[in-house]
């Protein structure tokens, strides 16, 4: 099979057709049952829609876990203002790579999943933020919603239900910051992309000041398999708290790194070793981030009990975030690649909140001068005690993303630290 | 982009094992050439191109592009929303976004042009400076670095013989540093104008430099 790694694991829902070209056509996608959720969400109340997924346990995909039908039901019932509908497409996370494969493979599933949530929220147009870096994707998008204009799925009268919906393809301009979902919003609305303080809350003020409800890609391309299925039928997978399937991508030093679905609730040393083939070279396991660059890094003995769902992660002490496994084996270092990711939240802080702006900069010339062989063991006091002041003390939570891998690699891989402080040996080369 | 003479049509994982071609993966046929004038007129909120000639003189809005203008405008229910689209517009022509475009912009959309300018400096995709005919990005962040990203930079900066964030004499290529672009199970991920080439090694690099140069060849 072609698509770059397949397992027998796995649970193909939303990932059906990753590897297909032909699903990007719309008379394909129809012919395979697409649509068909569409179809039978107008002939039920937008709020019996929103009941369905409430019943599904779908959980919101970006990293906060927040459950989808909840948040729907937030947006007003009776209201003379237009509601807006905003599919977070701005996948920027380090070690994420799932809503771009997505879209470029399953782009018209995405439009029947924002249809659908449009419909739930009686919300009149759709804007889809996709990243500015994916030119590719734009394209395949922009060229899928005219064919969806064109069949009737999307525009004026949707299937002659009277239903008016509009989407909108915006190219974001590259700033990491914009997947924050207030930053979204300022963002779309031709500002600079600076989070702000909530609430007031989307659903009441969101962008262009009218409720709003901002979902990610992939909360959105699991909707329509929900609306056509049961919330039940989705509830076969997955944990009582974590139901149904996840994207898991994996990039590191595994043999086989990709895109894998699995329920949720899967080991994750189940998924290293026989969904990836193992480690690479036969090397061992040293540090695993199981939700991308925001959260804490694992050592290997938690990695060994840990499972992949909202829960499991919180029991060791991380998160699942968006479920972006980076694996690192023996020879990675670690104080390097924590550096590396701290110059990324310096470089891609907004720069309202003086903890993250300062804060970031200053964690990255501490850790770089670590590096160099030229730090001393109060630093890492210092680390820990700046990073502490920069978690919960700002508007959104870029800052506490800094605080994450720094404090948890000083916790558990305090070794690297010392080594290259004693001016031992390094104790890794990539 | 179908006569790329190298393997790694992308996403393999260092194996490559994996048998579509590169029209099936990025789906050229289905793509086709976007019209510049923007396609239908309640849809997309911007065209994207990243064209490899440009010309910094270039008119603003006129002709098919005065036309995606209108269809922009009509997208949203503010004015100033259309902001970052029109910037990308602005780019596509000229290359980069100079502070007359900015002017110019904020004329367009009634903003001041101190407002114009806060926002294309927020932002890292409008350059502020032109760059050359190709923009070489090389992705350094985690999952790439794990996998040899820094190799991957240097060898561009060797074989273009420039050094990280200028721009070659003969003006093809501008070589810098990318944050994460989510593609992180093919590393090393490099972005070169709009196309985003996958798994590259250090031993790659002088055949896609080769074929860039061939590219700009082509288009005199």
Same mark, same amino acid.
């Given at each position: 099979? &072609?698509?770059?790694?397949?397992?027998?694991?796995?649970?193909?829902?939303?990932?059906?057709?990753?590897?297909?070209?032909?699903?990007?056509?719309?008379?394909?996608?129809?012919?395979?049952?697409?649509?068909?959720? =569409?179809?039978?969400?107008?002939?039920?109340?937008?709020?019996? @829609?929103?009941?369905?997924?409430?019943? !599904?346990?779908?959980?919101?995909? *970006?990293?906060?876990?927040?459950?989808?039908?909840?948040?729907?039901?937030?947006? %007003?019932?009776?209201?003379?203002?237009?509601?807006?509908?905003?599919?977070?497409?701005?996948?920027?996370?380090?070690?994420?790579?799932?809503?771009?494969?997505?879209?470029?493979?399953?782009?018209?599933?995405?439009?029947?999943?924002?249809? /659908?949530?449009?419909?739930? /929220?009686?919300?009149?147009?759709?804007? /889809?933020?996709?990243?500015?870096?994916?030119?590719?994707? $734009?394209?395949?998008?922009?060229?899928?919603?005219?064919?969806?204009? #064109?069949?009737?799925?999307?525009?004026?009268?949707?299937? *002659?239900?009277?239903?008016?919906?509009?989407?909108?393809?915006?190219?974001? &301009?590259?700033?990491?910051?914009?997947?924050?979902?207030?930053?979204?919003?300022?963002?779309?609305?031709?500002?600079?992309?600076?989070?702000?303080?909530?609430?007031?809350?989307?659903?009441?003020?969101?962008?262009?000041?009218?409720? !709003?409800?901002?979902?990610?890609?992939?909360?959105?391309?699991?909707?329509?398999?929900?609306?056509?299925?049961? *919330?039940?039928?989705?509830?076969?997978?997955?944990?009582?708290?974590?139901?149904?399937?996840?994207?898991?991508?994996?990039?590191?030093?595994?043999?086989?790194?990709?895109?894998?679905?699995?329920?949720?609730?899967?080991?994750?040393?189940?998924?290293?070793?026989?969904?990836?083939?193992?480690?690479?070279?036969?090397?061992?396991?040293?540090?695993?981030?199981?939700?991308?660059?925001?959260?804490?890094?694992?050592? &290997? +003995?938690?990695?060994?009990?840990?499972?992949?769902?909202?829960?499991?992660?919180?029991?060791?002490?991380?998160?699942?975030?968006?479920?972006?496994?980076?694996?690192?084996?023996?020879?990675?270092?670690?104080?390097?690649?924590?550096?590396?990711?701290?110059?990324?939240?310096?470089?891609?802080?907004?720069?309202?909140?003086?903890?993250?702006?300062?804060?970031?900069?200053?964690?990255?010339?501490? =850790?770089?001068?670590?590096?160099?062989?030229?730090?001393?063991?109060?630093?890492?006091?210092?680390?820990?005690?700046?990073?502490?002041?920069?978690?919960?003390?700002?508007?959104?939570?870029?800052?506490? !993303?800094? #605080?994450?891998? @720094?404090?948890?690699?000083?916790?558990?891989?305090?070794?690297?630290?010392?080594?290259?402080?004693?001016?031992?040996?390094?104790?890794?080369?990539? | 982009?179908?006569?790329?003479?190298?393997?790694?049509?992308?996403?393999?994982?260092?194996?490559?094992?994996?048998?579509?071609?590169?029209?099936?993966?990025?789906?050229?046929?289905?793509?086709?050439?976007?019209?510049?004038?923007?396609?239908?007129?309640?849809?997309? *909120?911007?065209?994207?191109?990243?064209?490899? +000639?440009? $010309?910094?003189?270039?008119?603003?809005?006129?002709?098919?592009?005065?036309?995606?203008?209108?269809?922009?405008?009509?997208?949203? %229910?503010?004015?100033?929303?259309?902001?970052?689209?029109?910037?990308?517009? @602005?780019?596509?022509?000229?290359?980069?976004?100079?502070?007359?475009?900015?002017?110019?912009?904020?004329?367009?959309?009634?903003? !001041?042009?101190?407002?114009?300018?806060?926002?294309?400096?927020?932002?890292?995709?409008?350059?502020?400076?032109?760059?050359?005919?190709?923009?070489?990005?090389?992705?350094?962040?985690?999952?790439?670095?794990?996998?040899?990203?820094?190799?991957?930079?240097?060898?561009?900066?060797?074989?273009?013989?420039? +050094?990280?964030?200028?721009?070659?004499?003969?003006?093809?290529?501008?070589?810098?540093?990318?944050?994460?672009?989510?593609?992180?199970?093919?590393?090393?991920?490099?972005?070169?104008?709009?196309?985003?080439?996958?798994?590259?090694?250090?031993?790659?690099?002088?055949?896609? /430099?080769?074929?860039?140069?061939?590219?700009?060849?082509?288009?005199?």
């Amino acid at each position: 099979m &072609a698509y770059p790694y397949v397992s027998d694991l796995e649970v193909r829902v939303i990932s059906k057709y990753f590897g297909d070209p032909g699903q990007r056509r719309i008379d394909t996608y129809v012919e395979r049952g697409g649509y068909k959720g =569409l179809q039978k969400a107008l002939g039920l109340e937008p709020d019996a @829609v929103t009941e369905e997924v409430k019943a !599904s346990g779908l959980r919101g995909r *970006g990293g906060a876990g927040f459950p989808t039908g909840v948040k729907w039901s937030f947006m %007003p019932k009776e209201s003379i203002r237009p509601h807006y509908l905003l599919c977070n497409a701005d996948e920027s996370e380090p070690g994420t790579f799932k809503d771009r494969e997505l879209m470029r493979w399953d782009p018209h599933q995405l439009i029947e999943g924002c249809l /659908i949530g449009a419909y739930a /929220i009686r919300a009149q147009h759709i804007y /889809i933020y996709c990243r500015g870096e994916f030119f590719e994707v $734009n394209q395949i998008l922009a060229r899928a919603v005219e064919d969806a204009y #064109a069949k009737g799925y999307a525009g004026e009268d949707i299937l *002659g239900t009277g239903t008016t919906i509009d989407i909108t393809v915006h190219q974001g &301009a590259g700033a990491y910051i914009c997947g924050e979902e207030t930053g979204l919003m300022r963002s779309l609305e031709g500002e600079r992309g600076e989070p702000r303080v909530k609430p007031p809350f989307p659903a009441a003020v969101g962008v262009f000041g009218m409720p !709003s409800t901002i979902n990610n890609v992939e909360t959105l391309a699991a909707v329509p398999h929900i609306i056509l299925n049961g *919330g039940e039928w989705y509830r076969q997978w997955g944990t009582e708290k974590s139901p149904g399937t996840k994207l898991f991508c994996v990039s590191g030093h595994v043999q086989k790194p990709g895109n894998y679905e699995l329920p949720l609730g899967f080991p994750l040393i189940d998924l290293i070793e026989h969904v990836c083939g193992g480690i690479r070279d036969g090397n061992e396991l040293k540090a695993v981030i199981p939700g991308g660059s925001s959260v804490p890094l694992i050592n &290997a +003995e938690d990695s060994s009990i840990c499972t992949l769902d909202y829960e499991g992660c919180v029991e060791v002490g991380t998160m699942l975030g968006c479920a972006s496994v980076i694996v690192m084996d023996h020879k990675a270092d670690i104080v390097k690649q924590v550096r590396r990711m701290v110059d990324f939240y310096a470089h891609e802080s907004c720069g309202q909140c003086t903890q993250c702006r300062e804060g970031s900069a200053w964690t990255a010339r501490i =850790l770089r001068r670590i590096e160099e062989g030229q730090g001393t063991e109060e630093d890492l006091d210092t680390l820990m005690e700046m990073t502490q002041q920069m978690v919960g003390t700002t508007i959104c939570v870029l800052s506490d !993303s800094v #605080a994450a891998p @720094v404090q948890s690699s000083i916790k558990k891989f305090k070794d690297d630290y010392l080594a290259l402080i004693r001016g031992g040996e390094r104790v890794g080369a990539a | 982009m179908s006569d790329v003479p190298f393997r790694n049509p992308g996403w393999a994982g260092n194996t490559g094992e994996f048998d579509l071609t590169e029209e099936q993966v990025r789906g050229d046929d289905f793509i086709g050439q976007r019209p510049l004038h923007g396609g239908h007129s309640s849809v997309s *909120g911007t065209m994207p191109y990243m064209l490899v +000639e440009r $010309n910094p003189q270039a008119g603003l809005f006129e002709g098919e592009y005065q036309e995606r203008l209108e269809k922009i405008l009509t997208r949203y %229910p503010k004015k100033r929303a259309a902001l970052l689209p029109v910037l990308g517009m @602005v780019q596509e022509l000229r290359g980069y976004v100079s502070p007359e475009s900015m002017d110019r912009v904020a004329e367009l959309l009634d903003l !001041s042009p101190a407002y114009v300018r806060g926002v294309t400096t927020f932002y890292t995709m409008y350059n502020k400076r032109p760059v050359g005919r190709h923009l070489v990005q090389v992705c350094t962040n985690i999952s790439c670095n794990l996998c040899g990203a820094d190799e991957v930079l240097a060898a561009f900066l060797r074989y273009t013989d420039i +050094e990280l964030g200028a721009t070659s004499e003969d003006g093809d290529f501008t070589v810098i540093e990318a944050e994460c672009l989510a593609a992180c199970g093919f590393p090393t991920c490099v972005q070169i104008n709009s196309r985003y080439f996958e798994n590259v090694t250090p031993a790659d690099v002088p055949k896609i /430099i080769e074929h860039l140069r061939a590219q700009v060849a082509g288009s005199d």
